[in-house]
């Protein structure tokens, strides 16, 4: 793009430097949430929570589905 076509975008600058900053946002969000070790620490805690006696059988299982799909969405271990 020439000189002209860049002078005539900036005012659009900001607008596109926060778009390109949001997309890197959601990336890594999406990252740390399919981390197959993030998904496995979380499932070691509701089984402690579950044994601890802090939730019933139908919350575990619910939870643990929820889990276990997220492992598998990315291709992790299922």
Known sequence: ???LGELLLLPLAPVRGTS???RQVVAEAE??????AA???ELAELVERFEAGEMD???FDRREDELLERLAAKGGPR
Do not use: I, S
Not at 31 to 36: E, L
């Open 1 to 3: 793009m020439g000189l």
């Open 20 to 22: 390109w900053v949001l």
């Open 31 to 36: 990252r740390q949430y399919y981390d197959p």
């Open 39 to 41: 998904v496995q620490r």
């Open 57 to 59: 059988e139908a919350e």
